[in-house]
C-alpha cells in the first residue's frame, strides 16, 4: 500500500512539473503575438509624498490580458521575456504607450505627473538603443523630464560601462534614474556615487518586515540615511499598513510606493486620482486588481 502510495506521489510531482514547463513554453509562444493581438495594458501606480499624500509620480506596471488564461502578472511572464529578445519588444511597446499617454494627457489639459518604467538589463546591450530613445522623444515631442526610469542594481552590475554611459546620455535630456528593490542586489555602495542615480526604491522585502525585524529595521533606516546624505530621492515600496508609513514617516523617507495608498490602477482611475492630487492611507484588504 505504502509503495502505491508513493507511486502516486511520484505521478502527481511529475505530471505537475510538466504542466509547469508546458505552461512557461505555451506563455511563451503566446506572448509572440501578445502585441500584434493588442493584449497588453498598462496600470499605474501612484507613488506619494510621505507626509500629505499628494501624488508626485507614478510607476507603468504592464499586465497581460490573455483572452483564455484572464489577467496575467508580469512577475510570471516578464522572466520567461527575458530570456529571449521578446523582452525588447515588450519594453519598446510600454515606452510608446507612455510617451503615448503622456502627450495626450498633455493635449487634454488632463492633470500630470513624472511616470517611471522599468527598463530591462538587455536594453543597455543594444548599441543604438540610446540614440533611438532620443530620437523617438523628439520625434513625438515628449516631455523628458516626465520620464524616470528604473533599473536594478543587476543591470549597473552586468553591463557597468555601456549603462554608466547610457545614463549620462539621456540625463543630459532630462530622463531621471531610479535603483529598483535597492537592497535585494548585489551592488557595492560605491555605485550609488559612480552612477547618476536620482532616487532609491528600497525593496518591498525590508518595508514589509520592519514591524518585525529589527535588522529589516536598521537596514531600511540605513538606507534612507545614505540616500539622503547623498541628495538622492528616497521611495518606499510595498508599503501597505499605517504603522510601516508612520515609522518611514519619522525616518524621513520622503515618497511612498504602496497598496496602502493605491494598487496599481487602469489609466481612466488613475486620472481620477491625480485629480484628487493628493490619497489618503486607507486599510489595504487583499482584492484582485480591476481591469479597464
Ligand atoms: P517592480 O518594478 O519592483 O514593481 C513594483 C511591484 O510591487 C509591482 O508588482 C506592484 O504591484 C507591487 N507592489 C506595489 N505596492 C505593493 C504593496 O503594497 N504590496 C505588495 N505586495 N506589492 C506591491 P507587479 O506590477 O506585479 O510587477 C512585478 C515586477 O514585474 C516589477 O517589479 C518589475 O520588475 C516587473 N515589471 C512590471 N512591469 C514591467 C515592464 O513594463 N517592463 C519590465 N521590464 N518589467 C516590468
Ligand atoms: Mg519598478
Ligand atoms: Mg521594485
Ligand atoms: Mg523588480
Known amino acids: 500500500l505504502a509503495k502505491d502510495k508513493g507511486k502516486n506521489n511520484f505521478q502527481i510531482y511529475s505530471s505537475s512539473l510538466n504542466i509547469a514547463t508546458y505552461k512557461a513554453f505555451s506563455i511563451e509562444s503566446s506572448l509572440r503575438n501578445a502585441i500584434k493581438n493588442d493584449e497588453f495594458i498598462l496600470?499605474?501606480?501612484?507613488?506619494?509624498?510621505?507626509g500629505t499624500g499628494k501624488i508626485v509620480s507614478a510607476e507603468a506596471l504592464i499586465?497581460?490580458?490573455?483572452?483564455?488564461?484572464?489577467?496575467?502578472?508580469?512577475?510570471?511572464?516578464?522572466?520567461i521575456a527575458e530570456k529571449s529578445d521578446l523582452i525588447l519588444d515588450i519594453g519598446d511597446w510600454v515606452l510608446i504607450k507612455v510617451c503615448n499617454y503622456i502627450n495626450e494627457w498633455k493635449k487634454r489639459d488632463a492633470p500630470l505627473v513624472p511616470i517611471s518604467i522599468n527598463i530591462s538589463a538587455k536594453r543597455f546591450l543594444k548599441n543604438d538603443w540610446?540614440?533611438?530613445i532620443i530620437d523617438f522623444?523628439?520625434?513625438?515631442?515628449?516631455?523628458?523630464?516626465l520620464l524616470e526610469f528604473e533599473i536594478t542594481e543587476s543591470t549597473l552590475i552586468k553591463h557597468e560601462e555601456v549603462v554608466e554611459s547610457a545614463i549620462d546620455s539621456l540625463k543630459k535630456i532630462g530622463i531621471r534614474f531610479a535603483l529598483d528593490d535597492f537592497g535585494t542586489g548585489y551592488s557595492s555602495l560605491t555605485y550609488l556615487n559612480r552612477f547618476?542615480?536620482?532616487?532609491?526604491?528600497?525593496d518591498k522585502s525590508f518595508i514589509q518586515k520592519i514591524s518585525k525585524s529589527d535588522s529589516d529595521k536598521i537596514i531600511t533606516k540605513s538606507i534612507i540615511f545614505l540616500a539622503r546624505g547623498l541628495k538622492m530621492r528616497v521611495v518606499a515600496e510595498g508599503v501597505e499598513t499605517p504603522?510601516?508609513?508612520?515609522?518611514?514617516?519619522?525616518?524621513?523617507?520622503?515618497e511612498i510606493q504602496g497598496f496602502l495608498f493605491s494598487k496599481?490602477?487602469?489609466?481612466?482611475?488613475f486620472q481620477s486620482l491625480l485629480k484628487k492630487e493628493t490619497l489618503k492611507?486607507?486599510?489595504?484588504?487583499?482584492?484582485?486588481e480591476a481591469i479597464a
Not at 522623444?137 to 523630464?145: G, K, L, S, V, Y
Not at 492611507?281 to 484582485?288: D, G, I
Open 43 to 50: 496600470h499605474f501606480q501612484p507613488r506619494v509624498e510621505a
Open 63 to 79: 499586465r497581460w490580458n490573455h483572452p483564455t488564461w484572464g489577467l496575467i502578472s508580469p512577475g510570471e511572464f516578464i522572466p
Open 130 to 132: 540610446v540614440i533611438n
Open 137 to 145: 522623444i523628439e520625434e513625438t515631442h515628449t516631455d523628458p523630464r
Open 196 to 202: 547618476a542615480i536620482d532616487t532609491i526604491k528600497i
Open 243 to 254: 504603522e510601516q508609513l508612520v515609522f518611514l514617516q519619522k525616518l524621513g523617507c520622503e
Open 264 to 269: 496599481p490602477v487602469p489609466e481612466k482611475e
Open 281 to 288: 492611507p486607507s486599510k489595504y484588504h487583499s482584492q484582485s
